[in-house]
Each structure stands twice: as structure tokens, then as C-alpha cells.
């Protein structure tokens, strides 16, 4: 695969990355944007969303922490994504959890061709209605599970979907993926999922024409950084600080040659 | 007392969170809240915050950077929590520094049952009606000053008071404790304040029938994260880093051993 | 120069920092605050702001991520620190990227007496109606066109123009002072200008009456801790981290010493 070559094209065409996103982590993504090579913005008002969609290489809608405008926000970016050809990446965080929640990822779904759902097993079951299948809003399932919720998913919603775990599968509904990088460190940091999507829009925006690859090659990208940040750690806190310079130190060559992926 | 087994119980049981909080300090209290074993979620859209909060282990509300919407928000959630028997605590950021901030606070206080009252000495003396004794908005008093006024707000509120600084100081109106615990470096970092608060809601969680040792505990975690990060760190940035380290690596035997709590 | 001096008067008296900025960068300008000395408090309610900004040593407004309230609000406290002959710093982040952008700053800039102007060359050129010498949004141009755009802000918009970039450029129209502190990898994290327009804060708060050199030598010690900070770092997170610790750690002789300001 290109994977490498994809990230040498990231640093130098440098996309602009557009994220509607929540309070929590807009800091992080933003800086994860920057360390992979590309750029962040962030932009909400309904006055200018439209303007920064239809400029950007990418747009990543992030459910985080909804309110009523940023809604708006989002299905207007969406549509004016939509309308200039930019590649669309939806994180559905904490779908299910609340009715505004899922109705608003659905709202998305519905009125935005989202070209990645980017998500862990239970948000994209829940989506693809699958509920019944996940225990709990917190629990992954087995690695032929969110093989099987990805491809689902795809299926139902008409996406890319890629599901994260301690496995990661991305479908397009025909050929699934399996990438097998990352660390468990990973999992003790919040907004580490809003940053896997936020990788997933930096090199979808290099690689819209195969939007399932390409979606896969950021979270390699990631789980690769993720296992450099975690040599030396301490724990969250250092490793947090570790992963923006793993992935700024990243190589494409590292990156070809640690980057596992594979049919599921 | 019981706080190692407390935190082993938060690492079991992992109590959900909601917080209501300030823009400045939400990633820093998601990362403190899941590197004491806990699970956090931020939501402030008046449309799910009864739905969140009714299905918390506690819920955190933090008058840090208010607007119109978010205080509408804070009231039904803490209602919300009020008739589903979820803790509420109340970090009245910046009290006595707008009417705004002492009127919201005010409200809150009025119109919600609040477990803990945590803040410093100057607003928990503003909201006790103490504020002659208080020079300042920053200064705090001598110890035997924030043992005061803690009484005096458990009393006069009705609450928990849990007033933080040098020396902490948690009352029931009946019995105070002190919390010796603590690094003069938490001082040096945005947020540690609110980080102690979203730690007291953690421990509430699992205690909520004895809400002043509750409190109590979480000070005494956070302030023994406090020492442990501090070893090694080169100034605020790296201590900051360190602190999600330590409260990681934080085990029930090292708090029990190291927990500074004693009758004031 | 007296620029150890004034970061010895800045942590004597510890000038309140007000900041209505955007999400993304919130707790780093805070921290930033506190590691050099100062105060920080975020308000951005238009029930509170025209109180809390009366009150302030400085006013920093930030446009990074707008909507129609915070506009509101930032005008409101802008007017309220005129009155109170309070000093407001604005940071134009993305004006000329979309509409709103240019006519929020624009707005402001009609409205407020602003005392200083920090931004980038392509957004200060774009205010000074310079467009035309600017490639692109991020392209920052020779050392020359720096100086000139700063000149030329000063004069067009009658404040003092802090232009950023690998030497940055304070002009008040007649004297223009160059400052040559930095280091690369302060490129590479989010939120680096809006640091140094906090930082501009902080120092203009201390010396209201020399705009152009408060200006600068806030420039001047973010800078001076910017190559402390590098020393070691490991890539932008560890570098982020560290440059708290620089900051927190510089002495007034350090930045007498290592502070690289003359007339450009």
C-alpha cells in the first residue's frame, strides 16, 4: 500500500482540515493536525462554516458536545462539503448515550453524504442498528465482531465505516480492513478516538478516490505513533506529550514499514 | 479510613462523571477523571442534560466560563440529578468577581440540593456571607481561617464545604477535616482547582452516604498525585504531564499509606 | 531596554489578564499567563464581560473561533476597557479566510481603540489592506515586508502592530522594533501566536504608556522561552510542555541578557 507515500503527500500539499468539534479536544486534534503535516481549523459560526467547508481538503463533524447551533453548523458545513466534492468524516461520540445524540448522528447521516463514520463498536452498531449485539455503551466486542459491525455499517449507511478498538476495521461493505497498530495507552487519554478521526480526514483529503485505504492508512498512522509515544511514557500524561512528537517525527519509510494492515 | 479501598472501588465500579464545566479546563478534567479510573463525559446542551445526569455517578457543575444556555443547562441537569439521588458538587469558580458569577451561584445553591460546595477560601467565604474576612480575591487565610469557614458555609449552606488551599479543609458543619496533602506546583497550573473538584465528585460517586470523608479522599488523591508528580518535574508544563502519570499509577496501597487526613 | 524589569513588576503585582479567545487555545493562554506572572480570568458573557474587563490590567480579544454572542461580547468589553483606560491586545486569527473574519476585525478595530495588533504578516497585511504582497494565508514573507507591513498597519489603523514570524516586527508608525528570539518548533504546536498575544497582554498591563516595547518585550520573552524550551524537547508535544517550564523559570536577568531587540 501507500501509506507512506500518503504521508509525504499530506506534508506537502499541507490540506486544510476543517473541524466542527467538541470543547474537550480541539486542542489536541488541532495539534495532531499539525504534527501529521497538515492544518487545522476550526470554525463553527453558521455565518462563515459554509465558506471554511468549501475551502478545506476535509471537513470532521464531531458530536462531542452538541448544542443547538453547532447542529446547524455542522449540517451546513456538511452540505457545502458536499457540494465542493471535500470529503466528509463523522465521529458519532456518544451516540446512544442520549437522544440528542443519536437523532443528531442519524440527522447527519441522513442529510450529508458522509464519506467516513469513524467510530468504536458501539456507536457505529448503534447506528447501524445493531444495539443488541454490544454490551454496554463502554464495551468492544471480539475482533470478528467489529469486523462484522464495520461491514454492516457500511452496508446500511452507505459509508466508509471505520471502528476502533484494540483492533481497528474500516469497510467500504466489500473489502474490510484490519489494521493492528496502537498501543493501550491509547485508551487512558480522552480524545484520542476524536483524534483517530481527525487523522482519518488528514489523509482522506490526500486520498478521496479510496476513501476505505486511506481512512486505514491514518489510523496506522496513528497506532504507529501511539507505539512510539508509549516507549519512555510514564503513564497518560507523558505519553499524551509523547504522541505529538511521535507523529511529527513519523517517516514515510517508518511508516510502510510498520503499518499493519490487512484483509480481515 | 477507607480511601484506597475507595479508589479501588472507582477502578471496579467506574462511575460516569458529567461534568458541566469551563472551556479552559474540560480536557484537563476528562484526562484527571479517567486517569483516577473513572468515566467522564461532558454535555452541556439543555436538550440531554437531564437524560445525562440522571444516568451519572455524580455530576460536576463549574461556573468557570458561564453564558446564558450553560446555566440553564447546570440547573436541570443538577434537578435532574437532585430526583435520580445523584451527587451534585458545585466548584463556584470566580465568586464575588462579577454578579453574574455570585448570582449564578447563588441560584444554583437555591434551587439545587449540592452535596459539595468545593472551591477556595475566598468564594466559599463570598457564598457564606463571609466576605469581610477575606482579603482578596486570591488571598487565602491561615489554616485556622479556612477550618472557619468551612464550618461556617456547611452550616450557613447546608452543604459539604470543601474550601482547598495549603492546608484543605472539608465540614459537615459538625466535623472538619484537614487534608495536608498537596505540591506548591498545582498552584502554578490552570485548572488544579477544578481538577480537585471533578476528583471530589469521583469519590462521591462510590461514598455519596458519607459525603464530607468522600471529599476528603479525593483531595487527599489528588494532593498525593500532587507530591508524586512533582518529583522529577521541571516546571509547570512537565508537572502538569507528570499529574495524569501519578494519579494513574496512584494505587489503593500508596493512598491509604501516604493520605494526610486528620480532625481539624 | 527594561524588559527583565517589567517581568519583575509583572510577577510583583500580578496584573489580571482578561481573554475572550477561542476554544482551542484557552488553558494554553491561561497557563501562559500564570507561568510568566499574571493573572489569568476567562469571561466571555455579555452579562459579565464589560465588568470584568473594567476590572483587568489588559484585554486580550482573540478571534480564533467566533459566533454571534462572543462578537457581542467582545465589542461590549472592548468599549468598557476603553472607558476604563484599560489596554486591549486583539489577535486576528484567519481574517482575510472568510468574510466574518475580516468584518469581525474590522468591526472591532472601528469600535475599540485597540493598543495593540498581533498577528501573523498575512493577517496584519490583510487588515492594513496590504493583500496583494501577501502568498497566501500562511505564507509570511522576506524579513523587509515584515517590517513594512508592521509600518504600515501602525499608520493606516493607528495602533501599535506586533507582526509575528521568524523575526518579528512592533511598529507604532514611526519607530519599528525588530525582535529576533523564537524557535522553529514554535510553529509546530496550535496556539502559539495566541500565546504571544497573551503574553503582549501581560506586559502591556505593566507598561501601559510604551505600547511598541511592552509589545516587543513580551515578544522577547516568549521567544527567549521558546529556545529554552527546544533544548531537550523531543518533537511540538514535549517542546509544549517544556515551554511552561521556560516560561516559569525565566528570570528578569535571563531576558535582559537573551532578549534580542533593536530598531529594524
Not at 70 to 94: F, H, Q, S, T, Y
Not at 96 to 102: E, F, K, Q
Not at 189 to 217: D, H, K, N, Q, W
Request: glycine fraction near 10%.
Amino acid at each position: 500500500m501507500r501509506t507512506g507515500a500518503d504521508l509525504a503527500t499530506i506534508r506537502e500539499r499541507k490540506p486544510l482540515v476543517h473541524q466542527i468539534t467538541n470543547y474537550v479536544v480541539m486542542n489536541e486534534t488541532a495539534n495532531a493536525t499539525l504534527a501529521i503535516g497538515a492544518l487545522p481549523v476550526m470554525a463553527h459560526a453558521v455565518e462563515e462554516v459554509e465558506e471554511m467547508a468549501s475551502a478545506a481538503g476535509a471537513l470532521v463533524l464531531n458530536i462531542g458536545t452538541l448544542s443547538r447551533h453547532w447542529i446547524e453548523a455542522m449540517l451546513l458545513a456538511g452540505k457545502a462539503a458536499n457540494a465542493a466534492r471535500v470529503p466528509v468524516v463523522l465521529d458519532p461520540v456518544g451516540v446512544g448515550a442520549t437522544r440528542l445524540r443519536t437523532d443528531t448522528a442519524r440527522r447527519i447521516l441522513d442529510e450529508v453524504d458522509v464519506a467516513v463514520l469513524r467510530g468504536n463498536a458501539a456507536e457505529v452498531a448503534a447506528l447501524a442498528g445493531l444495539e443488541s449485539e454490544i454490551r454496554g455503551v463502554e464495551a468492544v466486542g471480539a475482533e470478528g465482531e467489529g469486523s462484522q459491525i464495520a461491514r454492516a455499517a457500511a452496508r446500511g449507511l452507505g459509508v466508509v465505516a471505520s471502528v476502533t478498538g484494540p483492533v481497528d476495521h474500516v469497510s467500504d461493505g466489500n473489502r474490510t480492513l484490519a489494521v493492528t497498530n496502537g498501543d493501550p495507552l491509547l485508551a487512558t487519554i480522552t480524545g484520542s478516538g476524536c483524534m483517530s478521526s481527525t487523522l482519518t480526514g488528514c489523509f482522506v483529503a490526500v486520498r478521496p478516490e479510496s476513501l476505505a485505504e486511506a481512512a486505514a492508512f491514518g489510523l496506522a498512522a496513528f497506532g504507529v505513533a501511539g507505539e512510539d509515544a508509549a516507549r519512555g511514557a510514564e503513564g497518560p500524561g507523558t505519553f499524551h506529550a509523547r504522541l505529538y512528537d511521535a507523529l511529527y517525527a513519523l517517516t514515510p519509510e517508518a511508516l510502510d514499514g510498520r503499518a499493519n494492515i490487512g484483509d480481515a
